[in-house]
Each structure stands twice: as C-alpha cells, then as structure tokens.
Nanobody, 125 residues
C-alpha cells in the first residue's frame, strides 16, 4: 500500500513562492509517475505537473510552465513542487498522486490510484 503525505501549503501574496512536499512510502517507485493536481471550489481536478521517477522526465500544464518546478529526492522518497510567481488563480487544494501510469496518461487524474490528503494553497491579490 502506498502512502502519500503532502505538506507546505499556506497563504501567500501574489508574486510570492511556496514549496509543496509529498513524502511517499509503502513501495519502491522505480516505474511510477508522481503527479501534482489541484482543485478549486466548484471546478474539476486539474493537472499541474508530473515527474517520471525512473527517467526524471517532467511534464507541466501550460498554465504553470515557467513558474512551477517539479523535482524528486530519491533518498527521501519525496517529490517537491516549487511554485514561483504565484497568482490568485493558483488558489486551490493541491494533491499529490502516484501510480504506474502509462506514458501518455500522466495528466489524467483517473490514471492514479494513490492520493495524498491535499494541502490548501491560497494566493491573495
């Protein structure tokens, strides 16, 4: 069983930065994709970024490209999401997800079975 625990959310002014962490345990993650998704009130869960554990390939939604960076630390089994130049529209609950996702499905939240509890990010204008 995979456990994912997020941390690092909070309240920040527009233009500020936050770093989210996702600590993973329960198995080895060699073939996994680890993703970040977010969900604002009344909206569908949307893809933010993903990283393929074995190859370090990274993927981003157009809305965050150039502002967010996903990375991983093998020794700590932790995935990070560095968020810079935050905008009010980035406000949402952010979720970490992981699974053995097929190559072209990394942005589809339905492809992931394992999820963290979510962490709130609020960006004030």
């Amino acid at each position: 069983q995979v456990q994912l625990v997020e941390s690092g959310g909070g309240l920040v002014q527009a233009g500020g930065s936050l770093r989210l962490s996702c600590a993973a345990s329960g198995r080895t993650f060699g073939t996994y994709v680890m993703g970040w998704f977010r969900q604002a009130p009344g909206k569908e869960r949307e893809f933010v970024a993903a990283i393929r554990w074995s190859t370090y390939n990274t993927y981003y939604a157009d809305s965050v490209k150039g502002r967010f960076t996903i990375s991983r630390d093998n020794a700590k089994n932790t995935v990070y999401l560095q968020m810079n130049s935050l905008k009010p529209e980035d406000t949402a609950v952010y979720y970490c997800a992981g699974d053995d996702v097929a190559l072209n499905y990394y942005s589809d939240y339905r492809a992931y079975d394992y999820w963290g509890q979510g962490t709130q990010v609020t960006v004030s204008s």
